[in-house]
């Protein structure tokens, strides 16, 4: 046995009947490893980024994502406690995992949201204190951010499409727009940085947007980063024609900026170009047309407790049974051999561009941004 993967869509079984820790400990791919060895897959890669989803709920209810009605909610019960996430976390950290990025749905819904804050940051691994980022609507940022700022948030990534009421509204099914820029504003206004603004680059909906929504951002001290726009929406209705490449993005941009790339991506998502030499700079995430898979250094824990190896990924990893079954005090171990298993189940890469390419069958708010 070297792991307990689940194919999403199938029922979850394998762990809750094992007797833990010893089980899991043998699942792991090298016996060898413990708490505090880095998380290396076959290719390479260490992982240190682990994006944590904390509901999939949310406030708007944009098309690439999920309906405007009938969603199936995640059962309030599956929904991971605080404690639950603490202790991932800390098992996490102690394998190498430096930041943890909060999403959702919309991880503002979450009513202990600052609590959850607080406790991450307050975790150190073997280089220090972690960090923590968050990616959310902005909805409730003015009342909330203080509080997140004062409890050890560190950067935020603020989603927005368009700037235009009449668009923001079909895209959302919600008449939120002054929500969200306001929302915008308290992130500029309190001093986190870098502060970047996402927007999904969608063909006849925002694509006469994209200069003026990098013109906004530089207006907010941010960074404007543009997406390619991917399938992982709940209704399975992405059509490739509909997205607006990484190329095209750059050549609208071009006829406005002279454009220059910047070096040392690392394992970040997006590319870089300064805009006429600096200071300010655009980014571009290009998971169909430009993949960057090779660099990926990222882990995924939905909302429901199931770790995710690839955006992608068909496969899941359930650490309920090992948080909420019975295991004899060994749970910081199970957790650790978990990791190392979804770790190293991980492939080289997504395949969208495979003709054989099966879409995840959550969609995006289920599985975290």
């Known amino acids: 046995m070297t792991a307990i993967p689940v194919t999403i869509g199938m029922p979850r079984t394998g762990v809750r009947d094992l007797p833990l820790p010893a089980a899991l400990r043998a699942a792991a791919v090298d016996p060898g490893a413990t708490i505090g ?36 909610w995640l059962a309030r019960s599956s929904i991971l406690a605080l404690d639950e ?36 940051a307050a975790i150190s691994g073997p280089a220090g204190p ?31 499409d368009t700037l235009r009421r009449d668009r923001f509204h079909a895209l959302t099914r919600r008449d939120r727009l002054d929500d969200v820029l306001a929302g915008i504003a308290a992130a500029a206004a309190s001093g986190l940085r870098p502060l970047k603004l996402n927007a999904v680059a969608m063909r006849d909906v925002n694509d006469d947007e994209l200069v003026e929504l990098v013109e906004f951002a530089i207006g907010c001290g941010a960074q404007l980063r543009f997406i390619e726009q991917m399938p992982l929406d709940a209704g399975h209705t992405w059509d490739r024609a509909r997205m607006v490449t990484r190329d095209e993005i750059l050549a609208t941009l071009s006829a406005r900026w002279s454009l220059t790339p910047v070096a040392g991506r690392g394992g970040a998502p997006a590319e870089r170009w300064t805009l006429d ?19 990926c250094d990222r882990l995924r824990l939905t909302a429901d407790g199931q770790l995710r190896n690839c955006l992608f990924s068909t496969t ?15 749970e910081d171990v199970a957790i650790d051999a978990m990791l190392r298993s979804c770790v190293h189940g991980k492939l080289p890469g997504h395949a969208i561009n495979d003709p054989s390419f099966l879409q995840p069958a959550r969609g995006m708010n289920a599985i975290g941004g």
Request: net charge negative; aromatic share 2%; with cysteine.
């Open 316 to 330: 899941e990893y359930d650490l309920v049974p090992v948080l909420r079954g019975a295991s004899g005090g060994g």
């Open 37 to 72: 060895d880095p998380l290396v897959d076959t290719h390479g890669r260490v992982h240190r980024d682990l994006r944590i989803s904390l509901t999939d709920r949310c406030s708007l209810r944009c098309t690439y994502c999920m309906p405007e009605q009938g969603n199936e």
């Open 85 to 120: 996430i603490e202790r991932i976390a800390r098992v996490a950290a102690a394998d190498g995992i430096t930041t943890f990025r909060l999403t959702g749905g919309e991880p503002l819904l979450r009513t202990d949201i600052v609590e959850v804050v607080r406790r991450l």
């Open 130 to 160: 972690v960090e923590i980022a968050m990616t959310t609507n902005g909805i409730r940022l003015p009342e909330l951010l203080p509080g997140l700022v004062e409890a050890g948030l560190g950067r935020l990534n603020v989603s927005i």
């Open 277 to 295: 030499g600096g200071p300010h700079t655009v980014g571009v995430i290009a998971s169909v047309t430009a993949p960057f898979c090779g660099d």
